[in-house]
């Protein structure tokens, strides 16, 4: 083998070695993206999922000493929509699942697309109330006239404050960007 020939292949093996360092840094940061986010959600109360297997552990530990009532609200920030939910409140055991609907109707005559932003009070309850499933995960695209019944299954934690009798849980829907890229 030449010198310049050996040389190149040196090189090259060099630059393998660096290409797998760096591809081995991205794989390991994207695994760390992923506890990272979880922290955030659960510190901002954002997005508050449970995997199956805590749905049921949960659910085994209800609280039938205690109600908490939970109050429902619904408003849109210039959207053209109704929005309400179905019932105004609810008593609920800590632990228990919960299922609840909202009702939303475009009064448009054009598709219109919205995203649902949580809000909680008091805000600190935020972190106790785990959403299993809510309309407020992904946007939400409703045709001219279109009605339609959102659900919402969350467990309120048996660790929230005894001195916490009532969570307001609310939505208010924004108007988003379509799939082509234009309002509504």
Known sequence: MS???HAVARANRILL??????????FGFGFALVPFYEKICQVTGIRNLLQPDQVAAANTQVDRSRVVTIEFDANTQRLPWT???LESHRP???GEITHVQYEIRNTLDRPVT???IPSYGPQRA???LKKIECFCF???TLAPGEVRRLPVVFVLDPALPADIGTVTLSYTFFEVAGRDGKPG
């Open 138 to 140: 992904q946007s939400q």
């Open 3 to 5: 010198a310049p020939a």
């Open 92 to 94: 609920v055991h800590p």
């Open 17 to 26: 070695r660096k290409l797998a360092l760096v591809a081995a840094l991205m």
């Open 126 to 128: 935020a972190q106790y």
């Open 83 to 85: 929005f309400k939910a």
């Open 114 to 116: 919205g995203q649902a």
